[in-house]
């Protein structure tokens, strides 16, 4: 007795299209793989049943289905995108990764094959790799925003802010995106200083169905938290995280274990603003023993390392930020792995030099006068350089920008255009330097468009790596040097968190750091006897111990005749909003002792790099 013939291939393909057309999956794998199994070649039928294979959860039989069509019709690179997707969903990376590259060999102008190779890429945190795949995507296809939104976050990790801001021109205005990548976008935009766009997007996120939406609209709770808490909202994060108690924290399944590291992290910033240190270490610790994200274990290392600080609990804290600079140097190795190599120096502008009779052969430009030019405050990062930002930008005739590289843009787009930087600085006409000018003015104008006739403070620390430029655009300019002791400096240094991956990399043992403090002051130093700049110094222990003498030599050297509203910088501070510095929270605090000295309670630690330290102590005035 014989089974049943099979339809004909064309009946069989039409049957399938309609019950595919009508989501009926179930009549789609009922059709279609009765014809698989007879080794049907015929390609609707296999493509129907691969889609209805895919979309029912049954990724392995979609990889041997959407395999068989790479076979029948190698040419056909939709084929291979397919069989690159649901073998990354079925986790068979190394499949995924051929069939990608296959499709991208094939058609290298579609998006589409390049957005899904970068997610692939992303997926296995090879962050270089996914920026560069993506960031092609957007570029054949520019209003492709769920490509655009994946490249701002590969950016994002590398460090690329530029890149990661162009991907998020216009992000305000995007379509409602699903929860997950709502709330990157919300961390992203809230990373740029545009807290009021984040909030709006976590408004319009798009919830998953069923009981997964609870958790979900928790998790963004967590976030917005954390989001109030990073500007200096502290009650409101307290609003957020009311939602989300404790006790219902712990009474969770563990499979929600995103969600409670989410929430703790968020709880525990909260209870270090409150000066609770006891339930904000608890807390790290919980997150540091539940989760395995990288990201996420060097932020609550870091927050652990803080915590035991202020408990007076020193060699648990130097562990701990042991511990959180070893993850992100695992983060690194994957972003910047020729910065791991020996010798290899993480500040590469300290390599950037102009010498005495280089300077000589500058033909001499027209350049804006003191008053029409920034103000820069520069200075190692962690000298002080955030609290005379808002200092300064409390005076109401000054403006800041919170923290840009706009200077350093200004070196690589020169670079871009085949000119060396600074050897070619010499050969700029006026018209290259206006159009240089011009750039920067451009930059400054999204991210202050009201700066109307107030002077702009550009706070950069690392801008002191790049005085050859700020000398030819803006030879006039004021500069502001933050100084503190170096070895608080270091010490300030090692116990923060940097997205930078090659200040993730300089920041992660103190001899690195040492090394890197003394070229950046030899270069400085360098330059200022080539340029020499209008400079002061501004010692953060001076000013820590006469404040208000201070604020008027300041005054001074900037041209104000009425200073008092600088002193009022900490109220200024709270009510700006978003800082992008880890200062973030000192600065709201007004002036005080606490951080001057900080570094003797680990001076065993400081012992063998004092001798790379010690002569640019004495330098600067300080002693060990």
Partial sequence: MTGRPLPSSTDLAASMLAAYNGGDMAKVLALGEPAANAESDNETVLLLLGLAQQS????????????????????????????????????DMDAAERASLSATGLAPQNADVHYNL???????????????????????????????????????????????????AGAADWPPQPAEQAMILATMLATQGDQQAAFHVLTRAVL?????????????????AALYERSNQTERAQAELSQLPLALLDALPAEHHRLHCEAWHAHAAVAARRGDTTQAAELYQRVLALTDEADMRANAGFGLASALNKQGRHKEAWQAAQTAHATQLDIAKDIVPELLAEGSQPLTM???????LEHDRWAPLSAPRDSESPVFVIGFPRSGTTLLEQMIDAHPDFRSM??????YELTERMTLVGQHYPADLAHL????????????????????????????????????????MIARLFPEARIIMCLRHPCDVLLSCYMQPFRSPAFMVLCSSLERLAHGYVQAFEHWYRHVEVFAPRVLEWRYESVVSRFDEHVVRLGHFLGIDDAAPMARFADHARSKGYISTPSYAQ??????????????????????????????????????
């Fill in 587 to 624: 600065v709201t605090q007004g002036i005080h002792a606490k951080a001057v000295n900080r570094w003797h309670a680990y001076r065993e630690m400081f012992e063998p790099v004092l001798p790379i330290l010690r002569p640019m102590i004495e330098r600067l005035g300080y002693d060990d």
């Fill in 350 to 356: 300290a390599n950037d030099r102009v010498s005495h």
């Fill in 118 to 168: 970068g997610l692939l890429y992303a997926q296995q945190q090879r962050w270089v790799l996914a920026r560069q795949a993506l960031l092609d995507a957007v570029r054949l296809e520019p209003g492709f925003i769920e490509a655009r939104l994946q490249a701002a976050h590969a950016c994002h990790v590398c460090g690329d802010n530029s890149g990661e801001e162009s991907m998020l």
């Fill in 208 to 224: 998953p169905d069923g009981p997964s939406a609870l958790f979900v609209q928790w998790r963004m709770a967590a976030l917005r």
């Fill in 429 to 468: 006409t006026q018209q290259n330097v206006d159009q240089l000018r011009s750039i920067y003015a451009d930059r400054v104008r999204k991210v202050v468009p009201d700066l109307g006739h107030r002077r702009l403070v550009d706070k950069n620390p690392l801008n002191m790596l790049c005085l050859p």
């Fill in 402 to 407: 919170d923290e840009r590289a706009f200077v």
């Fill in 56 to 91: 029912s959860q049954r990724t392995e039989a979609a990889v041997a289905t959407f395999r068989r069509l790479t076979l029948l019709k190698p040419q056909t690179f939709e084929y291979w995108n397919n069989l690159a997707i649901v073998a990354r969903q079925a986790g």
